[in-house]
């Protein structure tokens, strides 16, 4: 965990992401809580992390979803060297999928 994100506020906003129940909830709340382009920019950044995961090369996920490779690289970066939250997820996704 960054100790540097790691505040009361943070906190806050975490647990009221725990409480969503729906996509549709999910939509109304990031649609208050962010602009079009974070709500898209933190999406492209999932996509370009699945693309990853699945060993699309960075030509191959540039063209399909918009990302500079700066970006493309940073999620790499992420998914090699971060705290493992995209790993999380995927694994919590093909459960679901199961």
Do not use: P, W
């Amino acid at each position: 965990m960054n100790k540097k994100i790691k505040n009361d506020a943070v906190d806050s906003l975490f647990d009221a992401i725990l409480c969503l129940k729906s996509r549709s909830e999910c939509y109304s709340f990031f649609e208050d809580l962010c602009t079009v382009n974070e709500l898209l920019s933190m999406s492209q950044r999932f996509e370009v992390a699945e693309m990853l995961k699945n060993h699309s090369t960075y030509l191959e996920i540039a063209e399909k979803t918009g990302a500079s490779t700066a970006t493309i690289s940073r999620v790499n970066r992420s998914l090699n060297y971060g705290n493992d939250g995209y790993e999380i997820v995927f694994k919590r996704r093909k459960e679901m999928e199961n």
